[in-house]
């Protein structure tokens, strides 16, 4: 992957507390926290999480579908819990 210019990392988001940012800054890329925005998201992502998994994933995936995270050269997703094993199921898809 090429980086923008000398001087600006490509960002790459990440979701856990447990994933590793040094990887991600030893890779050559700028580690960026994705929060979940509640004023941004493509509405109900019940056709992809069921409606009792954790809200933090649910809110993510609405706000990975309405476009939010686009400028990421890449997201993480650390195997930390089952929700996240969800996530990453859907997004991998």
């Known amino acids: 992957m090429e980086q923008q210019n000398s001087n600006h ?18 890779a050559g890329f700028m580690p960026y926290r994705l929060l979940p925005h509640h004023s941004e998201g493509a509405g109900s992502v019940e056709d992809a999480l069921p409606g009792n998994i954790c809200p933090y994933p ?3 995936l609405s706000n990975l579908r ?5 400028d990421m050269a890449g997201i993480v997703v650390a195997n930390s819990c089952n929700a996240m094993l ?8």
């Not at 990392?9 to 030893?26: M, Q």
């Not at 309405?66 to 686009?70: A, D, F, H, R, V």
């Not at 969800?86 to 898809?93: A, E, G, M, T, V």
Request: charged letters at 25%; proline letters at 3%; hydrophobic letters at 35%.
């Open 9 to 26: 990392k490509l960002k790459v988001g990440w979701f856990c507390t447990y994933t590793p940012e040094e990887v991600i800054h030893a």
């Open 58 to 60: 649910r809110k993510i």
């Open 66 to 70: 309405s476009g939010l995270y686009e």
């Open 86 to 93: 969800h996530l990453y199921s859907i997004l991998k898809d």
